[in-house]
């Protein structure tokens, strides 16, 4: 099972991406699926997470500017990033909770965020 994520890159300020996150090879059922990110000299911070049901839960730090959101019959989550800031500057990270307790993280993208 592998996990691909893909969207990041350099926006100004104010600016918006949109992250997207598949998951291939032999997967099973997925439970929840979601992104952290972490910046230099940080630990990774939980961002947004969506459970099978649809339901979604933020951080405080992102509610209202981000929003994540999935395809089960792509097996892909996105998280669409608006009003970009400075601070939202990491490596941003996906990752699957599968139903029978594993969970798998994608290798990272790169966000930068110019002022």
């Known amino acids: 099972v592998q996990l691909q994520a893909s969207g990041g890159g350099l926006v100004q300020a104010g600016g918006s991406l949109r992250l997207s996150c598949v998951t291939s090879?032999?997967?099973?059922?997925?439970?929840?699926m979601g992104w952290y990110r972490q910046a230099p000299g940080k630990q990774r911070e939980f961002l947004a997470v969506?459970?099978?049901?649809?339901?979604?839960k933020y951080a405080d730090s992102v509610k209202g500017r981000f929003t994540i959101s999935r395809d089960n019959t792509k097996n892909t989550v996105y998280l669409q990033m608006l009003s970009l800031k400075p601070e939202d500057t990491a490596v941003y990270y996906c990752?699957?909770?599968?139903?029978?307790?594993?969970?798998?993280w994608g290798q990272g993208t790169l966000v930068t965020v110019s002022s």
């Open positions: 090879g032999s997967i099973g059922s997925i439970n929840e």
């Open positions: 990752y699957v909770l599968f139903n029978y307790g594993a969970t798998i």
């Open positions: 969506i459970t099978s049901g649809g339901g979604t």
